[in-house]
């Protein structure tokens, strides 16, 4: 059963109800092309009932300290394949002001208008954390910067979210795909960037890889969605950190102030998105200084947060 949490805060773009998504994706997987989504047995006004997919979190199998294997790589691409299937015309409808056909750059300022509101909404109650750890409004125009030499490819249907948490080993073999309500239609390299980050492969040892697969499976339905792909993932990558440094540094500091003990660990967190930003010109700070920042911001006595989740 799935049931939003009222008045959560909303990190992500959201488009559709994950509920007409996903009635659209049964209609089009009659053609096999999208069989690892779940379906919608019944709804109500503030909940769903989807069918459970017996099997394991790929976490579980594969932790996010540890490298996939290759022959897991090849049955996470089958999973990019199946969506690159889906046509563009069998998805519910998108916002009249979306961003439609090729227009990646128009995409991705979209992204970044997202990400950067929602970090101004939250300067408001951790503008003095993001203060004291470099993560200050002008980096935004640097993100922004970016999208001058964005290839025009043609949109696609993107997840945005296949990480391990939503990748699941099926009981019987093979994987299924859940948590569909941050699919977007846009541009696909967006779709690489959000699984390179999400789902940790390590730069040094398995990003190409993970870069060949995703670029295999997609280019074998459709080639025009991955041109230009080497320099334009960079783009992305670089926006996926920066809205990852705010937002999870939001959901660690939310995170001790409901359990003080938590401090170390999370500051842990923190740091390491701090580590991946410092293209932007931001400052690496070590676990301690972040910690120190923590103690300060909480000195401060701020409001709760109802952001609480973990990415």
Not at 127 to 138: A, I, K, N, S, W
Not at 205 to 216: D, G, L, P, S, T
Not at 223 to 234: I, N, S
Request: charged share 25%; glycine share 8%.
């Amino acid at each position: 059963m799935r049931i939003p949490i009222k008045g959560a805060d909303m990190c992500d773009v959201r488009i559709w109800a994950e509920d007409d998504l996903l009635d659209a994706l049964a209609m089009a997987s009659e053609s096999g092309s999208v069989a690892a989504a779940p379906r919608v047995l019944a709804r109500g006004d503030d909940y769903s009932v989807q069918t459970y997919i017996e099997g394991r979190h790929l976490t579980e199998v594969h932790p996010y300290a540890s490298d996939l294997p290759e022959w897991r790589l090849v049955e996470i691409g089958g999973l990019f394949r199946q969506i690159a299937a889906v046509s563009v015309g069998d998805l519910p409808k998108v916002p009249v002001d979306w961003p439609r056909g090729d227009q990646s750059h128009l995409f991705y300022h979209r992204i970044l208008a997202a990400a950067q509101g929602q970090a101004d909404r939250f300067r408001a109650e951790y503008g003095t954390l993001f203060r004291d750890l470099g993560l200050l409004p002008g980096l935004w125009d640097r993100s922004r910067s970016l999208t001058a030499a964005l290839t025009a490819r043609p949109f696609a249907l993107l997840h945005t979210d296949v990480h391990r948490g939503n990748v699941i080993v099926r009981d019987g073999g093979g994987l299924a795909l859940i948590d569909w309500e941050l699919s977007l239609v846009g541009d696909p390299v967006y779709e690489l960037a959000c699984h390179l980050c999400r789902m940790r492969h390590d730069p040094e040892r398995q990003w190409n890889a993970a870069v060949r697969m995703w670029a295999e499976a997609v280019a074998a339905v459709a080639p025009a969605r991955v041109e230009g792909l080497e320099t334009d993932v960079e783009a992305y990558v670089a926006l996926e950190r920066l809205r990852s440094a705010h937002n999870d540094t939001v959901r660690a500091a939310g995170a001790v102030r409901r359990d003080p003990s938590r401090i170390d660990q999370e500051a842990g967190v923190i740091a390491a998105r701090l580590v991946a930003v410092e293209d932007f010109g931001v400052d690496t700070r070590s676990p301690s200084a972040v910690a120190d920042a923590l103690k300060q911001w909480l000195a401060t006595g701020p409001a709760p947060s109802l952001l609480t989740g973990a990415r």
